[in-house]
Structures are given as C-alpha cells and as structure tokens.
C-alpha cells in the first residue's frame, strides 16, 4: 500500500543563535559534513534557554552516498511515502461532511483511486466568511452555515492548533498535505503548532480546489437528510432536499454539533451509545499575565497553558488560544455556546481557554438533550446571542460585580453568577481547581473572567464500530470523527479520517 523512498540522513544538534536567519542552516550543514547537499527540511526545533540561549535544529538531509556521512550525530532517515498506489477502483465512497476527518478521507482515498463525492450541508468559506461575519457582528445566525457547519468543518474559525497525544506516522502524511496547500512549513517541527483562522481558511480552499481538480465530486450546501437501506442494513442511496444518490460506502464525518442528523440515524436504528462529556465555560486573561510566568519566553510568542486538576472529577484547560478571542459557537437559533479562536499572529492581548469539568454518562439520559438544555437556558437568561459573564473572583466568592475587563466575545456579555450553573458537588470541585489553578499561574482568579456556557468541546455519543472501522450494525457505514466518538480536535479527526480511508483501501484493494 506504502511506495518507500531512498534513505536520508538525519543530523542532531546543530545548533543556532536566536536573531540568526534560518537560511544560514544549509551553510552550516555543508560545512559539517564538508560536501554540497541536494536539500533538507527541518525535523525539530527547540529552544535551549540556558547560558547564552539559542535554537537547536534536527535536520533531515538528502545528500549522495549518504554512508559516509555517518557518526554519533548524523544517522541514517528513512523518509516512508506514505500516499497509497493509485489505481481504479470501483467503489464509489460518499463523505458526509467536510471538517477535517471528511477532508482527510477524501484526499486519500482520491489518492488511491476511488470515485469521491462529499456532502457538506454548510457553504464554500467565502460564502461562510460573510455568514459568520455577520453573525458575529449583528448576531444573525445561519443554522446551515456558521461557525460549526461549512467548508473545513469546525476548525475553520478556531485557532487551528495542530497538537495531539497520539502518535502516529500519518500525523507527518496529512502536515504535508497542509503544507503542499498553504501552511507554512514550520508546523512540522515546532511544538504547539497552529495556522490560525486566516491561514487554515485558505489551505482547506486549496486543499478542495486541489480535490475537485483531481475529480472528487463536491455537493456544497446539500445536507444528507435520509438514508436508504436494503433488507441486510446496507445503505443503497443517500437523500438530501435536493437529489437521492447512489454509493457503496458510506463515510460519516459530521462533527459534534449535527443534532438533525443524529436524529435521523437514531431513526434510522444506527447503533449508537452514550460516552462522557465535559463542559464548562471559557475564561480570559490578559496575555502578559501568562507570558509573565514563562522564563524561557525568548521568542516573545504567545504562551499557552495546560491546567489539570485531579479532584472527586477531572477539571482541566482545553482549546487554550493564546492571544485569541471567544466567539459565539453555535448552529442553533436561541442558543448560546462559546469557543475559542485566534488568528496567525495571535496578538490581541487576551488569553482564552476552556475550563471544563467532566460529566459522566450516567448524569444523563440523552447527552444531546442535556448539552441543549444548558445551551438554551443560557439563551433565556440573556435574551440575545450576548454570553454569560462574571469575574473568577466574584464566582470564588459568590458574587457579581462590573466585569474587570471587556470580554473578547464579539457580541457582548450579561452578567451571571456561575455558582448557579453547576450541581453542588460540581461547583466545589470547580472551585478546588481555580484554587490550584491560581498556585500555578498565580492572578489567575482575581484577573481573570468567565464567559460561557462552553459545551461542545467533546461529542456525547459514540457510533459503535466493529474491527473493520464499519458501524455495528449497518453495512457499508463507516462513523469517523468528532461526532461518531471517535476524535476530538483537527488532527486526531484528521488521523481517524485517514484511518478509515486505510481499512476501506485494505478492504477493497
Ligand atoms: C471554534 C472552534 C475552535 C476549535 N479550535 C480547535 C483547535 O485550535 N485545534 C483543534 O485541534 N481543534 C479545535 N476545535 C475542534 C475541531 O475543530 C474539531 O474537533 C474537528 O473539526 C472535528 O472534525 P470532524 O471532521 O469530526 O467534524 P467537523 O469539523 O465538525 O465537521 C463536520 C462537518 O459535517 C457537516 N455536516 C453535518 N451533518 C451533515 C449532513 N447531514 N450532511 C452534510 N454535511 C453535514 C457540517 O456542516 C460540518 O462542516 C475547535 C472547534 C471549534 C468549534
């Protein structure tokens, strides 16, 4: 399935000052190994902030009779091609949904040879820009084409963070892809990567343009509405408003927000089952009160942050954007639900992150239900698209004063005294966190603010799957993603997208 290609070097430890221009790294890669190089591209890059600081580089090297270049600090690379043999195939794959596991899949099952058609209910991101623009400055929300749904998926208006836990080859496979498109090749090799919404916007444009040219068939502003199955559960045709079409395989990558399709896969009787959520609010603080705490901030970037804390429940940071914003996330008229976004160059002064306190499936019945009710009664307390508001102090201390500073959010905020959001249990727990919270980044709770509520940081279901990545119980279904339970952020999605597409070339090589 893998073409492999000649072997690289891979040379440890070079070593750069910080204001030094990174193109004098080919320079000194010749000299060290005192012959001319064909290329090379940085593998890592990492600060050594102590005596005399200074960035030292791992670089890949192609180079001829790379064997004679061998020592402690210059070994051997072997640099797989990871993109599958292309050849005809005859299986026609139906992607529903264009967020990152939709873009993935397609891509690479493009590159094997399939015939692709994606289903994306929401607009191309021009079109989206416009919608979200104006909802973000009049408050007119389009429930088809938003924050959540459209072109790029949920990543689109986000600060588009590249990281995850898992490890997997495929992780070095889809940056290229980014990179072949538009994202600057540094993702590879620094730590906490991210695009950005201006940059991600214009690499998933290229990235479909890429598509549509190779022939993958785009269906923008359809949304699947109905499934046909035979008598075996196999899924024979798709429906959407407009048209009913044939596939064979059906890949289902609709984020965590496509209520309306959920319930008609329930209907539809697609095994599903309940998973644990979390939800929470964001909080924002000035950017200088996080750089503050950093001693190695040579670099003069944006810091980000990680907060755990392991009480009765788990509370942690998530999605932290640092010199970002807070934007009003929802697809759903008289909702409210906050998220996080930041631009390249994440200068706005503000740091923003989710905090989040774990809620088990047993808390609820239907996980869909619960989030929503949460998401409306924010609504009916507001009475408009403004979020939720209140000083961490005034919520350490039962009380509700003038917020000490504006919030980012771009609609405005109302105050409310977060100790009514969560159970008794819940809220002690949350304030044990602020507590360490505060030990680490100390000023963490007398300067900083809440706006919420922030529920859609993780999917309340999962659509069961057997060994072959197919659902449980339908045929020719393959659930990936955030929504089918199976990822959470752009790149483990991005990952489960690949993975699926790997099984079906497996599947029907
Ligand atoms: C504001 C925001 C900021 C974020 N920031 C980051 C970040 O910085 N880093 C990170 O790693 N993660 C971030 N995330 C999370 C990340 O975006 C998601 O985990 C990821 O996009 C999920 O990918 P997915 O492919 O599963 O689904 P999604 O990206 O949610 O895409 C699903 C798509 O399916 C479409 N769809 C749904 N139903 C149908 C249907 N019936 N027919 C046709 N189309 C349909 C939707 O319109 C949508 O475009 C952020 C999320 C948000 C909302």
Do not use: W
């Amino acid at each position: 399935m893998i073409k492999s290609i000649r072997d690289m070097l891979l040379i440890n430890e070079i070593k750069l000052p910080l204001n030094e221009d990174e193109g004098k790294l080919k320079e000194i890669i010749e000299h060290k190994l005192k012959c001319r190089i064909r290329s090379f591209e940085i593998h890592k890059k990492s600060l050594d902030a102590r005596k005399d600081p200074h960035f030292v580089y791992s670089v890949i090297v192609d180079v001829d009779h790379e064997n004679r270049y061998l020592s402690k600090n210059v070994i051997r690379y072997k640099k797989e091609d990871l993109s599958p043999v292309h050849k005809k195939r005859d299986k026609i794959c139906a992607v529903i949904g264009y967020g990152p596991s939709g873009i993935f899949s397609a891509y690479r099952l493009m590159e094997a040879g399939f015939k692709v058609i994606v289903f994306e209910k929401g607009k191309r991101i021009k079109e989206r820009e416009k919608d979200v623009g104006r909802f973000f400055s009049e408050g007119i929300l389009d429930p088809s084409s938003n924050v959540q749904f459209g072109e790029g998926g949920a990543g689109t208006f986000s600060d588009a963070k590249l990281t995850t836990r898992i490890k997997d080859q495929y992780i070095e496979y889809i940056l290229d892809i980014l990179i072949r498109h538009g994202a600057k090749p540094s993702i590879k090799y620094e730590n906490h990567a991210h695009i950005g919404t201006d940059e991600i916007r214009k690499v998933i444009k290229n990235i479909t343009d890429h598509l549509i040219s190779k022939g993958v068939e785009f269906h923008f502003e359809e949304e699947i509405k109905d499934l046909e199955l035979d008598s075996n559960r196999k899924i024979k045709r798709l429906r959407t408003a407009q048209n009913t079409y044939e596939c064979d395989l059906v890949l289902l990558g609709i984020g965590h927000s496509a209520y309306s399709t959920i319930e008609m896969l329930k209907e539809k009787g697609v095994y599903i089952e309940k998973k644990d959520i979390a939800i929470g609010f964001r909080v924002e603080h000035p950017q200088s009160l996080i750089d503050e705490r950093q001693t190695d901030n040579l670099i003069r970037e944006a810091n980000e942050y990680f907060l755990r804390y392991k009480g009765d429940k788990g509370v942690y940071s998530f999605c932290m954007c640092p010199g970002g914003m807070v934007i009003p996330a929802m697809s759903e008229e008289r909702t409210i639900v906050t998220n996080g976004m930041s631009y390249a160059s994440r200068d706005s002064g503000i740091a923003n992150s989710a905090i989040l306190i774990q809620v088990f499936k047993e808390e609820f019945d239907d996980g869909y239900e619960y989030l929503h009710k949460i998401e409306e009664a924010a609504y009916s307390y507001s009475n408009t698209y403004k979020a939720l508001a209140q000083n961490i102090k005034d919520f350490m201390n039962n009380e509700l004063h003038e917020l000490i500073f504006e919030s980012s959010y771009p609609l405005g905020t109302i105050l409310y005294d977060f100790n009514r959001f969560f159970n008794k249990d819940d809220l002690r727990i949350m304030k044990e966190a602020f507590l360490d919270f505060d030990r680490k980044i100390p000023g963490f709770i007398d300067k900083g603010i809440i706006v919420g509520p922030e529920t859609r940081s993780s999917c309340p279901i999962r659509i069961r799957r057997n060994e072959e990545l197919v659902s449980i119980n339908t045929e020719n279904l393959y659930p990936m993603g955030e929504g089918a339970g199976y990822g959470g952020g752009i790149m483990s999605c991005a990952l489960d997208g690949i993975r699926i597409a790997n099984q079906i070339i497996k599947t029907y090589e």
